[in-house]
Every structure is written in structure tokens, then in C-alpha cells.
T-cell receptor, first 117, second 112 residues
Framework: DTGVSQNPRHKITKRGQNVTFRCDPISEHNRLYWYRQTLGQGPEFLTYFQNEAQLEKSRLLSDRFSAERPKGSFSTLEIQRTEQGDSAMYLC???????????????FGPGTRLTVL | GNSVTQMEGPVTLSEEAFLTINCTYTATGYPSLFWYVQYPGEGLQLLLKATKADDKGSNKGFEATYRKETTSFHLEKGSVQVSDSAVYFCALTGTGFQKLVFGTGTRLLVSP
């Protein structure tokens, strides 16, 4: 399977704990995105990387959130001191930038569902 | 900032009925427009896209036309099937194809 993969698929944690999610993009995709989706809403952008550079962060990404993509391949999203409001589905997507007329479709992974008790 | 507004659901139809899901957008510059679909228990999948005014995206019998004059990108299908039951999201990206901005989604329920 060469799609976007995310681990774990489900995470239950207690308030105040730290959690880390991993995303493995489609091989050779140089852009990687993180979104958050709460129940009944559309995904909301959190941040994105081009190769290893983090190019944009949403205001939704408070200082408790940090994302990395150390070698321009997989990425991790860490949430420190989790709060109940962090409960959501965290989605990762990747795309390949090949010029303005190139392939820009974002392919989504299955998501990591976080429940904070 | 950029935003997308789509009709609230659920939309409930009988098999073979005609489907329209309305989507309007607010954006600066020249956005690209998308419809994504989320089937039960599955991840988001791109259904169709259009990158400039008057473009028509189509896939699996679904169509949507990029109307700049009305800032709309309504999704249509002539004859829905039970297997089309899913949540449909309208979305856009700004110039440079960076982050997607999504609408809130519309749940479609098709009964036999």
C-alpha cells in the first residue's frame, strides 16, 4: 500500500498527558499537511511542510502543539498537556509540487482519533 | 480570509433521484475548488476538482462547474445510488495550492 499512513489510529489519554502522532506520506511527496477535524465539522488546517521546512502554522496551533518533519519524510505531531478540547480526528495529507500545472492533489491518511478523558 | 459555505444536511434522497449540494466560496485571487468525499469509516478522498473559472470537474457521475460570477461550485449527480451515501466536503486552495479550506460538510443519505 503506497497511501498515506498514520499511527496510531486511535489514542485515548488523560488530560494533562502528552501524545505524539506519526504520519508517513506517499513516497516522494514533498509537501505534508496536518489538519484537525471535530465531529460534524470540516477539517481545519494546522500546519504544512515543504520537505523539512515548516512553511505555515495556523493560529489553531497553540504553543502546546509542535510538528516536525526532520528528514523531509515522515512527520510527527506532538500535543503537550492535552486538554479535553483537543479531542478530535487528526488528519495528515501529502502532495507533490511539480509546478503550477503539476500534481497538487492532497492525498489524505485515515487519521488518528484522539480522545482526551 | 478564504472561506467555504455549503448547505447543511442531511440530504435524504431515494435511489435514482437527482442530487444538488450547494457550495459557495469567498476567496482572494484565483482559488482552485474541490469536492472531497468521506465514506463511512474511510478517509477523505478527492472526488473532483476545477482550477479556473468555467472549468467543469467530473468523476463517477458527479459534476461541478466553477462559477466565478456567482462564486459557486455546486455538486450535482443525475441519479444517486445507495453507495453514494457519504459526507461531501467542498474545499478550496488559494494561489500556490497550499492549505485546503473546507466547508462543514453535507451528509447524503440515499435509501433504496
Amino acid at each position: 500500500d503506497t497511501g498515506v499512513s498514520q499511527n496510531p489510529r486511535h489514542k485515548i489519554t488523560k488530560r494533562g498527558q502528552n501524545v505524539t502522532f506519526r504520519c508517513d506520506p506517499i513516497s516522494e511527496h514533498n509537501r505534508l499537511y496536518w489538519y484537525r477535524q471535530t465531529l460534524g465539522q470540516g477539517p481545519e488546517f494546522l500546519t504544512y511542510f515543504q520537505n523539512e521546512a515548516q512553511l505555515e502554522k495556523s493560529r489553531l496551533l497553540s504553543d502546546r502543539f509542535s510538528a516536525e518533519r526532520p528528514k523531509g519524510s515522515f512527520s510527527t505531531l506532538e500535543i503537550q498537556r492535552t486538554e479535553q478540547g483537543d479531542s478530535a480526528m487528526y488528519l495528515c495529507a501529502s502532495s507533490s509540487l511539480k509546478g503550477l500545472a503539476g500534481d497538487y492533489e492532497q492525498f489524505f491518511g485515515p487519521g488518528t482519533r484522539l480522545t482526551v478523558l | 480570509g478564504n472561506s467555504v459555505t455549503q448547505m447543511e444536511g442531511p440530504v435524504t434522497l431515494s435511489e435514482e433521484a437527482f442530487l444538488t449540494i450547494n457550495c459557495t466560496y469567498t476567496a482572494t485571487g484565483y482559488p482552485s475548488l474541490f469536492w472531497y468525499v468521506q465514506y463511512p469509516g474511510e478517509g477523505l478522498q478527492l472526488l473532483l476538482k476545477a482550477t479556473k473559472a468555467d472549468d467543469k470537474g467530473s468523476n463517477k457521475g458527479f459534476e461541478a462547474t466553477y462559477r466565478k460570477e456567482t462564486t459557486s461550485f455546486h455538486l450535482e449527480k443525475g441519479s444517486v445510488q445507495v453507495s453514494d451515501s457519504a459526507v461531501y466536503f467542498c474545499a478550496l486552495t488559494g494561489t500556490g495550492f497550499q492549505k485546503l479550506v473546507f466547508g462543514t460538510g453535507t451528509r447524503l443519505l440515499v435509501s433504496p
